[in-house]
């Protein structure tokens, strides 16, 4: 013990429901760059809602430069990735790796992966909880929360109060964050049969249910809960997600963050990475509470 859209899918469910998802959302995105008429092209890019706002403010600083970028949170990581194989958009954002699974099912996607920075997942909870005693959190007692073996704070220190759990849908790089930290290589189980579990999708939308639950907890970038006075970071095994924890990896739920483009990026594509790599677009994490690729050594 520490002092300190609800749509209900399988918690685990197969990366052919994550692509099938990205599939329906995609209808509204044209394929390749598309016209914006007089022959000037938009650069696409989609994917992950951690990475999407600061690709969203690289995208209006190049305005003045020519360049037209359109940044979409189609489907998270997992739908990024899809995107860029399925040849939709020119740049995938993604807040995880791409996987040997992506590979083995797109073998003619060249993946090249160019990270631009890094963040740290929290398990966030409600301020009613935090304030009544839950701070810190041990890995056992994440995975009783989040497999529903845990359903009252009071089990870990805190109020007489039903837990509410909101898990991110599959192919979210957060939820991979955290399996990888309560399961390591193993494989999660089925999700709790519980009307006290949801899942949910984007950052913001994580956030508002968070906000809205009495009693609720969830993976969420930690950038996303700065200055919520209705939330709040519990440490992880006495670990907080300071910038420091994050650099030298002693925080054990941090993630990189991520450009994918099929093959080596060219023309406007590489313009678009190459300012996020230069200090002007480094200087772009910081508002969003991450890290950049110099305070993690890189």
Not at 16 to 35: K, M, N, P, Q, V
Not at 102 to 119: L, N, Y
Request: proline letters at 6%.
């Amino acid at each position: 013990m520490s002092p300190t859209t609800h749509t209900l899918l399988p918690r685990r469910g197969s990366r052919s429901l994550a692509l099938a998802a990205g599939a329906l959302l995609l209808a509204s995105l044209t394929t390749g760059c598309a016209d914006t008429g007089g022959g000037k092209k938009t650069l696409q890019a989609s994917g992950s809602t951690t990475v999407a706002p600061v690709a969203a403010d690289a995208a209006e600083a190049l305005k003045a430069e020519g360049l037209d970028i359109t940044v979409a949170t189609q489907g998270g990581s997992a739908g990024g990735i899809s995107q860029l194989a399925a040849g939709q958009i020119e740049v995938a954002l993604s807040s995880k790796p791409v996987s040997d699974e992506d590979r083995a099912a797109s073998p003619k996607t060249d993946f090249v992966e160019t990270q631009i920075g890094s963040d740290a997942v929290g398990v966030i909870v409600t301020k009613e909880v935090a304030d009544a005693g839950v701070t810190d959190l041990s890995k056992d007692e994440v995975r009783g929360l989040f497999e529903g073996e845990i359903t009252n704070w009071s089990k870990v220190g805190g109020p007489d109060m039903e837990v509410f759990v909101y898990d991110k849908e599959p192919g979210r790089g957060t939820r991979e964050v955290l399996d990888k930290f309560v399961y390591g290589d193993g494989k999660p189980p089925a999700p709790p049969n519980s009307p006290n579990f949801a899942i949910v999708g984007g950052n913001l939308e994580t956030r508002n249910k968070l906000e809205s639950t009495p009693g609720a907890v969830g993976p969420l970038s930690t950038g996303f809960v700065d200055g919520r006075d209705k939330l709040a970071v519990v440490t992880l095994e006495g670990i907080a997600p300071s910038a420091e924890n994050v650099a030298n990896g002693t925080y054990p739920m941090s993630r990189p963050l991520y450009v994918i483009t099929d093959g080596k990026p060219k023309g406007d594509t590489k313009k678009f990475i190459d300012y996020l790599l230069s200090d002007e677009g480094q200087a772009l994490l910081a508002p969003h509470g991450y890290l950049t690729l110099e305070q993690i050594g890189l």
